[in-house]
């Protein structure tokens, strides 16, 4: 006989207990245009009150920070385009919003960011929209959702934009090309089933 056992009685609570977010494949065949991702900013904020767009290019950024920047007071741009110092003082003010302290309450806050926010960054979002990327980057991006776990469940967003040249990032264009794959593979197999 065997002295094998488990250790956790109940290995799917524990993983229930622990599930902080869930991923929605919004990816569609055409992909998005600016004003849809832009809309689904603007719904998510009245949501969560709090919505972080992760694209792979700083112009991508840039020109969704342009569509969103009136959506609320407190819409910030992160490229690595701007300095350490720089990031690191928007990265401080995102947190007094998102975190206040003396009992106040949080306000809106949209952060559209280039993967630089991926890692090593300890911030914390109701909402994650991430354009399609690796796998890798995908699961970095759903860390910085509900990353405290003060909600119930945080909510990712994978999406593909109609217009991202990413021939110049081929690591990145490697990545999306994997996901898709992946997640076609993965709806093919429910509707198998």
Not at 22 to 49: H, M, S, Y
Not at 141 to 167: D, M, W, Y
Request: proline share 3%.
């Amino acid at each position: 006989p065997s002295n094998n056992r488990e250790i956790i009685d109940n290995k799917l609570s524990l993983f229930e207990n622990l599930s902080r977010v869930e991923v929605f494949d919004c990816t569609r065949p055409g992909g998005w245009q600016l004003n849809e991702i832009a809309e689904l900013v603007k719904d998510e904020l009245k949501i969560t009150g709090s919505v972080l767009v992760i694209v792979n290019t700083k112009r991508s950024a840039k020109n969704l920070f342009d569509t969103c920047k009136n959506y609320s007071m407190n819409v910030f741009h992160l490229s690595t385009d701007m300095c350490p110092a720089h990031r690191m003082v928007k990265l401080k003010k995102i947190r007094q919003y998102l975190e206040p302290e003396n009992g106040r309450t949080s306000e809106p806050v949209i952060c559209i960011s280039t993967q630089l926010i991926e890692a090593g960054v300890d911030i914390d979002f109701g909402t994650v929209i991430r354009y399609l990327a690796g796998f890798d980057s995908i699961a970095q991006a759903a860390g910085r959702c509900n990353r405290h776990g003060k909600r119930q469940c945080g909510r990712v967003f994978l999406i593909n934009p109609t217009k991202e040249n990413l021939s110049f990032l081929k690591d990145i264009e490697i990545g999306v090309e994997n996901a898709r794959r992946v997640l076609h593979e993965y709806h093919q197999s429910w509707q198998d089933f």
